[in-house]
């Protein structure tokens, strides 16, 4: 076989070369990488810079993961102060997800007075999200305050209802801890004079009950 030309015999040579580097910028490009495609609109190429920089909503860390055990959160010698005559161990009240939502309920009367507390957690899937539920709630209410130091955010409001003559005085506190809520519910009435407790004794003893909760829930960790 006749010998090529040096110059013919060089291009044969570094021939595949070139169509193997040829194949690899096109597989690493893409069928679609043509110079137009390279050439994004400045808007086009914003937004996508502002979708990156978002954080993933998968990834988001939570604090709690799951309620802890309401009818453990509130000592007995709690329940006996705010509950006197009622069994300390509660009773959980039944929930479509007893992961996320759980409830214990306290109540008895002691001669004629009455007394019913509420111990409520409900964890949600972020921090932003238990936020707005806790400002949703609290917008509901009126003619009460912040509770400094408990949880990220609390509030206690207390209100007087009377019915055939008989006063029943309840107290609220929902706290937020991250990205669990906390809400107590605390009530009382005296069948013999007809009175319901003092403000005081209902708010102080719902704030006392809310510290215990959210510490439990912070000691649990979820």
């Not at 408990?150 to 937020?176: M, P, W």
């Not at 004079?193 to 649990?220: F, Q, R, W, Y």
Request: glycine share 8%; proline share 5%.
């Amino acid at each position: 076989m006749r010998s090529l030309p040096l110059s013919l015999a060089l291009t044969a040579r570094l021939s595949p070369v070139v169509v193997l580097a040829t194949v690899g910028w096109a597989l690493s490009s893409g069928p679609l990488a043509a110079p137009q495609a390279a050439e994004r609109k400045p808007a086009e190429a914003k937004t996508e810079t502002r979708a990156a920089s978002v954080p993933s909503t998968s990834t988001v860390s939570t604090a709690y993961s799951a309620a802890p055990a309401p009818c453990d959160s509130i000592a007995e010698k709690t329940i006996e102060s705010l509950v006197p005559g009622a069994k300390t161990g509660g009773k959980e009240i039944p929930s479509t997800d007893t992961k996320l939502r759980r409830t214990c309920s306290w109540n008895a009367l002691k001669g004629y007075d009455y007394r019913w507390l509420d111990v409520s957690y409900e964890v949600m899937k972020s921090d932003e999200a238990a936020r707005k539920a806790y400002e949703e709630h609290t917008g509901k209410k009126s003619g009460g305050g912040a509770v400094p130091g408990l949880g990220d955010s609390a509030y206690s409001v207390v209100n007087l209802t009377t019915e055939d003559k008989q006063e029943t005085r309840e107290g609220v506190v929902i706290a937020r801890a991250s990205n669990a809520l906390v809400t107590i519910t605390y009530n009382g009435s005296d069948f013999e004079s007809k009175k319901a407790p003092s403000t005081d004794t209902i708010n102080k003893g719902a704030i006392k009950a809310a510290k215990e909760a959210v510490a439990a829930l912070e000691a649990d960790g979820g």
